[in-house]
């Protein structure tokens, strides 16, 4: 291992170190904040919070998308760096307020707020997580963005679990229902894109191997396009 190497080890360590520290600090302020019914609207505080934040692949049941619960703008940066220049001031608890409340308002703002279908440039410093041909990104750091992920961001089922406590109660995608009532998802998928599977004469889903595939490799693009969504859809006048 290079010197390299261990200074950037010991750089994530101090962050880990300095990210529990932080969420014992505020505890109360996060449980106070989650008590509390969340804004009606976007503040520019929660789109510049919104815009930094990180996703993850929730590996529960099958797996969906969701929010890094612990570091949020990414296991590189800086939670209190970050997030105080996203605020514009050195306040822990009004940083802590701000991020719980944000976390509350991602469902809405994947339902209400809008972006138009085309191919998107992934970050620079995104891309290594994204390397995974499963996750739609082209060999030039591009995604496409298609309607249908639209459509399942608006349909999607969210939870706030707090997986790996302490952490910051950022919401995930339900793992085991991601699009509705369905364990098997791709039934789910089907109904909201309008190509529902084919019922039998006895009531059984018809499902097809070959569109089950299609369907769990377009559930694998969830992640990137909730990411690219976060980064670049627009935030309607009330969220």
């Known amino acids: 291992m ?40 976007f503040s520019a505080q929660h789109l510049a919070i ?26 590189n940066r800086s939670t209190l760096k970050v997030g105080f220049e996203l605020i514009g001031c050195r306040n822990e608890a009004l ?13 809405a703002f994947c339902i209400k707020a809008v ?3 085309g191919r998107y440039a992934v970050p620079a410093d995104m891309r290594d997580y994204f390397a995974d041909s499963q996750t739609g990104v082209s060999a030039d750091g ?10 399942l961001l608006r349909q999607s089922c969210w939870r706030t679990d707090m997986l790996y406590p302490p952490s910051w109660p950022l919401p995930g995608i339900d793992g085991k229902r991601p699009y509705g009532d369905c364990s098997y998802f ?33 559930h694998w693009q969830m992640l990137t396009a909730l990411q690219i969504f976060l980064l670049h859809a627009c935030v309607p006048d009330r969220v």
């Open 186 to 218: 791709q039934i789910d998928m089907a109904s909201h894109l309008g190509m529902p599977y084919q019922i039998s004469s006895d009531g059984e889903v018809q499902t097809n191997e070959v569109r089950d595939a299609e369907l769990e490799s377009l």
């Open 142 to 151: 591009t995604f496409e963005f298609r309607e249908e992920h639209a459509v």
């Open 115 to 117: 972006m138009s279908a």
């Open 95 to 107: 940083l802590a307020r701000a991020l719980v409340e944000t976390g509350q308002l991602i469902p």
């Open 2 to 41: 290079s010197l390299r190497d261990v200074a950037a080890q010991l750089r994530h360590l101090w962050r880990c170190r300095s990210e529990y520290k932080l969420l014992e600090r505020q505890h109360a302020t996060i449980a106070e904040t989650l008590a509390t019914r969340p804004p009606d609207e």
């Open 50 to 75: 919104l815009r930094n934040l990180r996703v993850t692949w929730l590996t529960v049941e099958s797996g969906a998308p969701g929010l890094r619960q612990f570091l949020p703008f990414g296991s």
